[in-house]
């Protein structure tokens, strides 16, 4: 089976319960195309250097979402072009995007990271700050809170990856808009579980590319 393959196989199976973004971080601008050819225009990157590079080189119309830990100072090289930054971390960053934005004379879509995992190493708020980030994004007229995401703890434990997207989805459910919109959960070995509690954006690499090295 062709690579290309098992993007659509992915497609069908998930019958349009979520949007997929590609996440092409290490990949080659031929791998991205070959994925671009079969009508697919989301791609994710978690290095700014490697969006940017990326972002000149492939074809204009590719909606790329940011979805590592953005550094503050770097916002200014992706605002220009980013569709969805799923990676907002601290104020400190909504703040920044929110002056490079104006700067720019647009409004930067935005989802709000939040830490359901119980690993150290993962960012994103709590879940109880998450009232007060929305309220001071609300005051930024430059950002646009579309939504939310989350990373499951890194294990096989499947019942524990259910329970930490169910908490998510709980979160998302006491905001949820016409704008507020976008649950941003599940990657290539949990989006089955992610989609069974309601994520509607799902972030998959390896299993469309094979493993990274
Ligand atoms: C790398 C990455 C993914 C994709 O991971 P796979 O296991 O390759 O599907 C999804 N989300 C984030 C935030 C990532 O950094």
């Known amino acids: 089976?062709?690579?290309?393959?098992?993007?659509?196989?992915?497609?069908?199976?998930?019958?349009?319960?979520?949007?997929?973004?590609?996440?092409?971080?290490?990949?080659?601008?031929?791998?991205?195309?070959?994925?671009?050819?079969?009508?697919?225009?989301?791609?994710?990157?978690?290095?700014?250097?490697?969006?940017?590079?990326?972002?000149?080189?492939?074809?204009e119309d590719i909606r790329w979402h940011f979805i590592g830990h953005l550094q503050t100072n770097k916002v200014k090289y992706i605002v220009p072009f980013i569709s969805l930054i799923h990676s907002v971390d601290s104020l400190k960053l909504l703040k920044e995007i929110n002056k490079r934005a104006k700067v720019k004379n647009k409004v930067v879509n935005c989802l709000i990271q939040v830490k359901i995992a119980n690993e150290e190493n993962k960012y994103g708020f709590k879940i109880n700050e998450i009232s007060d980030v929305l309220s001071y994004a609300s005051e930024l007229e430059h950002i646009l809170i579309k939504g939310l995401m989350g990373m499951a703890t890194n294990t096989d434990n499947n019942n524990l990856i259910s329970k930490e997207f169910k908490l998510l989805n709980?979160?998302?459910?006491?905001?949820?808009?016409?704008?507020?919109?976008?649950?941003?959960?599940?990657?290539?070995?949990?989006?089955?579980?992610?989609?069974?509690?309601?994520?509607?954006?799902?972030?998959?690499?390896?299993?469309?590319?094979?493993?990274?090295?």
């Open 170 to 213: 709980t979160e998302f459910k006491r905001y949820k808009s016409e704008i507020f919109n976008v649950l941003s959960m599940g990657m290539s070995n949990d989006y089955k579980l992610a989609i069974d509690n309601k994520s509607n954006l799902i972030r998959l690499g390896s299993i469309i590319f094979g493993g990274r090295k």
């Open 1 to 59: 089976m062709s690579l290309n393959n098992s993007l659509n196989t992915i497609k069908d199976e998930i019958d349009k319960k979520a949007k997929i973004v590609v996440v092409s971080k290490t990949r080659s601008k031929k791998e991205i195309l070959d994925i671009y050819n079969k009508d697919h225009r989301d791609f994710g990157e978690n290095k700014v250097q490697e969006i940017l590079e990326k972002h000149e080189k492939l074809p």
